[in-house]
């Protein structure tokens, strides 16, 4: 981390790509259980977004999400019309 103030209204043009990535992160980590599903849930939703060709760089190409966001979510699914999971 660089110090600087996170800039919460910038693109990701504007945006350090490491601090970037690590706010994801951290925003990950900090959802709480009541609102993600189980851990066991969540890697299984991983793995068929790992093995799918509509991943890239952590992004779904099918609806421009990051994966490891949107697979936190009960309520979440799979966002090509095949529902992988
Ligand atoms: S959400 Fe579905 S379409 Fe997107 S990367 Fe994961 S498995 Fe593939």
Do not use: H
Request: charged fraction near 30%.
């Amino acid at each position: 981390m660089s110090g600087r103030k996170p800039c919460v209204r910038c693109l990701i043009a504007e945006l350090d790509y490491d601090e970037y990535t690590q706010s994801l992160l951290d925003y990950i980590k900090s959802v709480p259980a009541d609102r993600r599903v189980s851990e066991e849930e969540y890697q299984r939703r991983l793995g068929f977004c790992r093995s799918c060709g509509r991943l890239l760089s952590g992004m779904c190409l099918e609806c421009g999400c990051y994966v490891e966001v949107r697979a936190l979510k009960p309520n979440a699914e799979c966002a090509s019309a095949e529902k992988r999971w």
